[in-house]
T-cell receptor
Framework: KAGVTQTPRYLIKTRGQQVTLSCSPISGHRSVSWYQQTPGQGLQFLFEYFSETQRNKGNFPGRFSGRQFSNSRSEMNVSTLELGDSALYLC????????????FGNGTRLTVT | GEDVEQSLFLSVREGDSSVINCTYTDSSSTYLYWYKQEPGAGLQLLTYIFSNMDMKQDQRLTVLLNKKDKHLSLRIADTQTGDSAIYFCAERTDSNYQLIWGAGTKLIIKP
């Protein structure tokens, strides 16, 4: 099975712009979670989607949003980018049950200048 | 609140065993996970253990769980240079579907 695929791998944006990141989960996985990873804050949970519905949400401002499509692919959008949004954004998929481990993609490195 | 703690660094000699430790606070944990992150990559699931188990072994990896002390460890036998990475432990609990993550332990291999 192919693993979790995230595109693009790298992005450079300017403060105030918006950005959309994409994630294709492992085939058959219905849950997709998004994380932000920075050296100072570690892994921070953004949100989780299951069967096209947001099931859980972390403590991020409304500028961060996401969605999931019927084929389980997910997108994450950040509007009005700030310098502090520079981070590695990780997507993880799972089968969705409570005991299902997360499988991560290689992430999208976002740099905001 | 719920918390997972790990040491930030561990330095071992090539060929020795590495033991990475993790402590957690929530006694309602169900599953505990170990992930490995190499530079520039995402997190790779190494192994996980159900909370009613004491030990799990998978080739060079041994996971030990002491539920009474809320202590989890990952032992890597015969540590190689390819084991250089950051190792994260994570806890899933009954009360919180989302994983609670440690800050990660950077494993440094000395020749």
């Amino acid at each position: 099975k192919a693993g979790v695929t995230q595109t693009p791998r790298y992005l450079i944006k300017t403060r105030g712009q918006q950005v959309t990141l994409s994630c294709s989960p492992i085939s058959g996985h219905r849950s997709v979670s998004w994380y932000q990873q920075t050296p100072g804050q570690g892994l921070q949970f953004l949100f989780e989607y299951f069967s096209e519905t947001q099931r859980n949400k972390g403590n991020f401002p409304g500028r961060f949003s996401g969605r999931q499509f019927s084929n389980s692919r997910s997108e994450m959008n950040v509007s009005t980018l700030e310098l502090g949004d520079s981070a590695l954004y990780l997507c993880a998929s799972s089968e969705g049950a409570n005991n299902s481990p997360l499988h991560f993609g290689n992430g999208t490195r976002l740099t905001v200048t | 609140g719920e918390d997972v703690e790990q040491s930030l660094f561990l330095s071992v000699r090539e060929g020795d065993s590495s033991v990475i430790n993790c402590t957690y606070t929530d006694s309602s944990s169900t599953y505990l996970y170990w992930y490995k992150q190499e530079p520039g990559a995402g997190l790779q699931l190494l192994t996980y253990i159900f909370s009613n188990m004491d030990m799990k072994q998978d080739q060079r990896l041994t996971v030990l769980l002491n539920k009474k002390d809320k202590h989890l460890s990952l032992r890597i036998a015969d540590t190689q240079t390819g084991d250089s990475a950051i190792y994260f432990c994570a806890e899933r609990t009954d009360s919180n579907y989302q994983l609670i993550w440690g800050a990660g332990t950077k494993l440094i291999i000395k020749p």
